[in-house]
């Protein structure tokens, strides 16, 4: 089993920066590629960024490109999104996710693993 768990959410103002971290533990994540979702209030889980296992590939939603930047230690443990100006509509609880498969990552339904998600919270 892997365990992912996320942190670093919190109350910011409009305009300001967040840096989320996901530790995985478990099994070994080889090949895994990693990313992270978000789900506001009343809408559904939504891609957010990917990082492949090499971290040589990345994607992002249209949304959050040139604001959020998504990376991953030389351990491979540890995936992080630097989130930077920041807006209302980022509001959200963020999840961690790992799916064995870069080309997958963006998809929903075919993530394998979910952290337990950290609340971001983006004042006006």
């Known amino acids: 089993q892997v365990q992912l768990v996320e942190s670093g959410g919190g109350l910011v103002q409009a305009g300001g920066s967040l840096r989320l971290s996901c530790a995985a533990s478990?099994?070994?994540?080889?090949?895994?590629?990693m990313g992270w979702f978000r789900q506001a209030p009343g809408k559904e889980r939504e891609f957010v960024a990917a990082?492949?296992?090499?971290?040589?590939?990345?994607s992002y939603a249209d949304s959050v490109k040139g604001r959020f930047t998504i990376s991953r230690d030389n351990a491979k443990t540890t995936v992080y999104l630097q989130m930077n100006s920041l807006k209302p509509e980022d509001r959200a609880d963020y999840y961690c996710?790992?799916?064995?498969?870069?080309?997958?990552?963006?998809?929903?339904?075919?993530?394998?693993?979910w952290g337990q998600g950290t609340q971001v919270t983006v004042s006006s």
């Open positions: 996710a790992a799916t064995a498969g870069y080309s997958r990552a963006t998809m929903r339904e075919a993530i394998d693993y």
């Open positions: 478990g099994r070994t994540l080889s090949n895994y590629a």
């Open positions: 990082i492949s296992w090499g971290n040589s590939r990345k």
